[in-house]
């Protein structure tokens, strides 16, 4: 059974930090691209952050600001995210994409809620 657990969500203040971990299992973490979508209320789901051997990649609005990691050895990744804005509030998801041959598979956790407010 594939899982992927997020945490570290939260309420924070402007500019404070936060840093979400994805636990994953059931697949091979190490040859998966691993990835950190979100989604605001009303709003589409958007691709926040992703990182394979090459490394990482952002989106334009959290680029900067928040970083993705992983630990292979612990089957986890990260998003650290700093300088939190009002405008990051959502739900965090994590993704994991792996390929089995020439298939991709995606899988996805439940969501991590992260509300920036004052």
């Known amino acids: 059974q594939v899982h992927l657990v997020e945490s570290g969500g939260g309420l924070v203040q402007p500019g404070g930090s936060l840093r979400l971990s994805c636990a994953a299992s059931g697949f091979t973490f190490s040859r998966s691209a691993m990835k950190w979508y979100r989604q605001a209320p009303g709003k589409e789901r958007e691709l926040v952050a992703s990182i394979s051997s090459a490394g990482g990649s952002y989106a334009d609005s959290v680029k900067g600001r928040f970083t993705i990691s992983r630990d292979n050895a612990k089957n986890t990744a990260y998003l650290q995210m700093n300088n939190l804005k009002p405008e990051d509030t959502a739900v965090y998801y994590c993704?994991?994409?792996?390929?089995?041959?020439?298939?991709?598979?995606?899988?996805w956790g439940q969501g991590t809620q992260v509300t920036v407010s004052s």
């Open positions: 993704n994991a994409e792996t390929k089995y041959g020439l298939l991709l598979k995606n899988y």
